[in-house]
């Protein structure tokens, strides 16, 4: 298992150099086929030449492409220097550079909006895995009945509804016709009520198109899982049913279904653009858009990198859970 777990981060680590290289190549060349000049979208429209020339040096943007990757990569771990004009600036380590468009450190704008974005994604994953598992248990087990039919027309509905419907309906009710719940983030270290109301719509919105998809493939599953031999072989061994669904079918429903939880939940760090949208939340989605909107390379640069750490994380700890779900599974 620690063999197993050593080469996983190993490879992690590969795969996250390989997203900053491609990344770094393509917004590399972006500026060369369009036109445009980094630099001068540093500086501002209006810059004269020679101001431009001192922030392509201090920048770094006339070096090539792997001392550029080696630089942003270094400046991770250990810190880096910009130079130029005579004035030394000193960015200090995790270094992601600086933001093009508001020459904001770049590293203090995703302190702010990661949490943010962590919290909704978070709270709206344990939400929807246990709406959505759940109701296709039961939905599977009563195959045919009217909650198996309601269940699944609630979940065609969640899976057919555009999240920005679901979210304008969520304020039209609770905020503003009953006025429940707040309409902003409040940080968890500043009150837990504040963090929990201000949340509580974005995680439900959020939830239900999830526990929807969820919903339907688990029952699916769970019906192929109780049409196998060796659920026919427990039942016909006199293992009460309880045991039966919850030590022997459970356990290769799950499998499938966390394999999708894995890569949906670290999708979503980078991805719930729309949610925060419709609840003016300034997470990670946000600066995303920002990032591409104004074309600000660094800025998109980091959203992708720390997006891709995410998913890779999500999925290496989705594995380790297959040996604890299912012992069949042997990690080597």
Not at 62 to 80: A, E
Not at 82 to 95: K, L
Not at 215 to 221: E, I, K, V
Request: aromatic share 10%.
């Amino acid at each position: 298992m620690l063999a197993y777990i050593v080469r996983r981060l190993f490879a992690v680590v590969v795969m996250l150099l390989v997203v900053t290289l491609v990344t770094l190549s393509i917004f590399f060349l972006i500026p060369k086929m369009t036109g445009s000049d980094p630099a001068a979208m540093f500086v501002g429209k209006q810059a004269d030449p020679a101001s431009i020339e001192a922030i392509r040096q201090k920048l770094g943007l006339d070096d090539p492409i792997l001392v550029q990757f080696w630089h942003f990569v270094s400046g991770i771990f250990v810190g880096r220097d910009y130079t130029g004009g005579g004035d030394t600036i000193h960015c200090a380590m995790p270094c992601f550079g600086y933001s093009f468009r508001t020459e904001q450190d770049v590293w203090s704008m995703l302190v702010d909006a990661f949490p943010v974005t962590l919290s909704m994604v978070i709270g709206a994953a344990v939400l929807w895995l246990i709406l959505g598992v759940s109701t296709g248990v039961v939905s599977a087990l009563k195959r045919g009945t009217i909650i198996d039919r309601a269940a699944m027309i609630t979940a065609l509905a969640g899976v057919s509804l555009p999240i920005f419907f679901t979210a304008m309906l969520a304020m039209l009710v609770f905020r503003t016709q009953l006025g429940w719940l707040n309409a902003s983030y409040v940080p968890i270290t500043e009150s837990f009520g504040g963090w929990f109301g201000g949340l509580l719509l974005p995680w439900v919105t959020l939830a239900f198109l999830y526990a929807a998809m969820y919903a339907r493939l688990t029952r699916a599953t769970m019906l192929e899982v109780l049409g196998e031999d060796y659920i026919r072989t427990a039942r016909a061994k006199g293992l009460p049913e309880s045991v039966v669904l919850g030590k022997h079918a459970m356990r290769s429903t799950m499998t499938p279904i966390l394999t999708i939880f894995g890569m949906d939940l670290g999708a979503l760090v980078g991805g719930a653009i729309l949610t925060e949208t419709a609840f003016s939340l300034h997470g990670l989605g946000g600066l995303a858009i920002k990032g591409v909107s104004e074309r600000d390379l660094p800025l998109i640069l980091a959203v992708t990198l720390i997006t891709a750490a995410c998913v890779v994380i999500a999925n290496l700890v989705v594995d380790l859970l297959y040996a604890v779900i299912d012992p069949r599974v042997r990690l080597a």
